[in-house]
Nanobody, 128 residues
Framework: QVQLVESGGGLVQAGGSLRLSCAAS????????MGWFRQAPGKEREFVAA????????YYADSVKGRFTISRDNAKNTVYLQMNSLKPEDTAVYYC?????????????????????WGQGTQVTVSS
């Protein structure tokens, strides 16, 4: 079992930056792949970024590539999402997710259905 708690959301002007954190409980955090998803009002939850258990592989949605960076600190049981050059269309609730099963390629990392554990979400609002 893994419990996830996101933090770091807030209101920021377009072009600004935020860093989201996701703190995980449990001793086996380092064996979990981690992902960030977001959901805007009236829209489906969408993939943002993911990172393998070791941190050696990272994946990004095209819409955030070059602006967002996912990282993890296994000693602190925490995964981060650094968000730069924010745009109004980045406004959403951001969710952290964890999954302990093996994934051999990028596809499963991008699918919300693959992840077993989810946080409650943190609101990010980008004003124009």
């Amino acid at each position: 079992q893994v419990q996830l708690v996101e933090s770091g959301g807030g209101l920021v002007q377009a072009g600004g930056s935020l860093r989201l954190s996701c703190a995980a409980s449990g001793r086996t955090f380092s064996s979990y792949a981690m992902g960030w998803f977001r959901q805007a009002p009236g829209k489906e939850r969408e993939f943002v970024a993911a990172i393998s258990w070791s941190g050696g592989s990272t994946y990004y949605a095209d819409s955030v590539k070059g602006r967002f960076t996912i990282s993890r600190d296994n000693a602190k049981n925490t995964v981060y999402l650094q968000m730069n050059s924010l745009k109004p269309e980045d406004t959403a609730v951001y969710y952290c997710a964890a999954e302990g099963t093996y994934c051999s390629g990028p596809y499963c990392y991008t699918q919300a259905s693959w992840y077993d554990y989810w946080g409650q979400g943190t609101q990010v609002t980008v004003s124009s």
